[in-house]
């Protein structure tokens, strides 16, 4: 008998994208196969987002056009899984009936179960034991690892879904971490990144700039990554520790999402815009040249053109290399959602396109200064623009496309920035 074969399709972050390697990885160890695609596959699992509405709604219009393969196979089974299958649980039947089975991103160890059981099953509960209980986890080809450290977030920023979603903070101990970025370096793995929704509050028997020293001192891994980082937990030690050892990459995410300080009260980050700059001031202090990137929220309940400007300035005097800009999006249960003075869509849609105009302008300036400069590219795979071209990352994050047929996945290589972009970089292999 041919084996069942499964398709998966997330939404979302990077923690969902790892996430679905779990999903793939139980999938698998159940006896199941990867198919190309949902029509010809036997369990269709959808990973969702809910983070914006936008996600949400691109999610349920997914599900009704997969509603008309269930038609032509009744066999097929259909699994929603997680942040809005962890908030929604069985209001989902209600909304798709021929979904068979919901879990939440606290609940993907239960897989096995579920396929077998299906008839409208629901798993969300709270599982304090996620953090110890590692899962398979069937990674894609390439020289590139997620690695979770830590579940779920503490924090309750008035604008977020997560604490609702991912439940509250849990650290991985740090023995199986370091087992695992072990075990990928073994098998080749030249970069990881740790995730978590505020990574750098991890806490078990070790904090994590005491993790980053341990990852640093094992062998094989030349590069390490870590997202998202909270400005409120960029201690010095921390960023002591990124200036010292030599395979922490000099980048950091650090997501502002506003430069008032008073909507960053409203939105209960718990620093005002001073407290980041000196940050940041610290940062590039102790790591000259280092990359910083960020998220900002525009729209935010109450926001006025002052405190837009705020952010636009915030903006200008940080020079900040990328930015994720989002239109604030009002959610279910959180706070903010209830709050007085929701700003029209169409003034969000203006600030946006402001704020992102800006940061073209700064992030041009600053991809300017590396031409002719020489990097070393950790090579992705083909370019997503022109297969003929190869793909890669500088220790600082930019993404550089270059000639190079002979250079392979993994390997890194020195490469001369001949042109740059306002998203990429263009270069030669020297
Ligand atoms: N934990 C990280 C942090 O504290 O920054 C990131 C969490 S979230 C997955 C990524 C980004 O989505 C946030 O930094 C924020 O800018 C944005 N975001 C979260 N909730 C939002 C909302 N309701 N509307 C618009 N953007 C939102
Ligand atoms: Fe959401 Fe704030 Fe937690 Fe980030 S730190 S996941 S924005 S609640």
Not at 203 to 226: K, N
Not at 311 to 338: N, Q
Request: charged residues 25%; proline residues 4%.
């Amino acid at each position: 008998m041919s084996k069942k074969r499964f398709y998966i399709e997330t939404f979302g972050c990077q923690m969902n994208v790892h996430d679905s390697e779990k999903i793939s990885g139980v999938l698998s160890r159940e006896g199941y196969s990867p198919a190309g695609a949902p029509g010809d596959s036997d369990l269709i699992i959808f990973n969702t987002c809910s983070i914006r509405q936008k996600a949400e709604q691109k999610f349920f219009s997914e599900l009704g056009r997969i509603r008309k393969l269930k038609k032509k196979n009744p066999n097929l089974m259909i699994g929603v899984a997680g942040c809005i299958a962890q908030q929604q649980g069985k209001k989902i039947f209600r909304r798709a009936p021929y979904v068979d089975f919901v879990f939440g991103p606290q609940n993907i160890h239960l897989l096995g179960e579920l396929i077998t059981t299906a008839a409208a099953s629901v798993a969300t509960e709270d599982n304090p034991d996620v953090a110890n209980a590692d899962l398979p986890v069937t990674r894609g080809a390439g020289g590139k690892a997620w690695v979770t450290i830590m579940y779920g977030c503490n924090n309750i920023c008035s604008y977020c879904i997560v604490p609702y979603t991912r439940g509250r903070e849990r650290s991985r101990p740090s023995e199986n971490i370091l087992r695992e970025i072990k075990e990928l370096a073994a098998r080749g793995c030249k970069e990881v990144t740790l995730l978590g929704q505020n990574v750098n509050s991890y806490r078990s028997d070790r904090d994590f700039p005491e993790l980053l020293e341990e990852i640093d001192a094992l062998g094989g891994v030349q590069r390490i990554r870590f997202v998202t980082s909270h400005p409120r937990d960029l201690s010095e030690r921390l960023i002591s520790a990124v200036q010292r050892l030599d395979k922490v990459c000099e980048h950091m995410h650090l997501p502002l999402q506003s430069g008032s300080s008073r909507i960053l009260g409203l939105m209960n980050r718990g620093y005002s815009c001073e407290d980041y700059l000196s940050k940041i001031r610290m940062l590039r202090h102790s790591v000259p040249g280092i990359a910083i990137t960020t998220d900002i929220i525009t729209g935010f309940p109450g926001e006025t053109e002052d405190d837009h400007t705020k952010t636009v300035e915030a903006l200008k005097e940080v020079e900040f290399d990328g930015i994720f800009a989002f239109k604030y999006s009002p959610r279910g249960e959180t706070k903010a959602a209830a709050m007085e003075g929701q700003v029209a869509d169409e003034v969000k849609s203006r600030r946006m396109g402001e704020i992102l105009d800006v940061q073209d302008s700064i992030t041009l300036k600053i991809n300017k200064k590396l031409e002719t400069s020489l990097q070393q590219v950790l090579v992705e795979g083909p370019s997503g623009t022109d297969r003929k071209m190869r793909s890669g990352r500088t220790r600082s994050n930019k993404i550089v496309n270059f000639k190079g047929q002979n250079s392979s996945v993994g390997q890194t290589v020195t490469v001369r920035i001949i042109r740059a972009r306002k998203h990429s970089l263009d270069g030669e292999v020297v």
